[in-house]
Nanobody
Framework: VQLQASGGGLVQAGGSLRLSCLAS????????MGWFRQAPAKEREFVAA????????YYTDSVKGRFTISRDNAKNTVYLQMNSLKPEDTAVYYC?????????????????WGQGTLVTVSS
């Protein structure tokens, strides 16, 4: 599946952004979708994931209560709503897809990746 992420930008601390990831193909509803981020000189970090039917979600601790992952299978799109943004959320955000719901926080298990969208949070 091909993925295209969008929605990044510059926002002040405490603000909000919504990222979108549009997928190609007719089998989007069979993929687990994840969001990862990578800050300069840091490793790629898991942010959130959602099961193919939207019935289960998983978040890294640092974003719980602030970020929400969702999907619209009719639109082949997964979203990441980010509220109460902090400067430490600054990174390039990537969406990714995989077939199974195992090791969903491990970026090495994902098969397909979008190009990334930059989120910058100013203090």
């Amino acid at each position: 599946v091909q993925l295209q992420a969008s929605g990044g930008g510059l926002v002040q601390a405490g603000g909000s952004l919504r990222l979108s990831c549009l997928a190609s193909g007719r089998t989007f509803n069979t993929y687990v979708m994840g969001w990862f981020r990578q800050a300069p000189a840091k490793e790629r970090e898991f942010v959130a994931a959602i099961r193919w039917d939207g019935g289960a979600t998983y978040y890294t601790d640092s974003v719980k209560g602030r970020f929400t992952i969702s999907r619209d299978n009719a639109k082949n799109t997964v979203y990441l709503q980010m509220n109460s943004l902090k400067p430490e959320d600054t990174a390039v955000y990537y969406c990714a897809a995989k077939r199974d719901y195992y090791s969903i926080s491990d970026y090495r298990t994902y098969d397909d990746w979008g190009q990334g969208t930059l989120v910058t949070v100013s203090s």
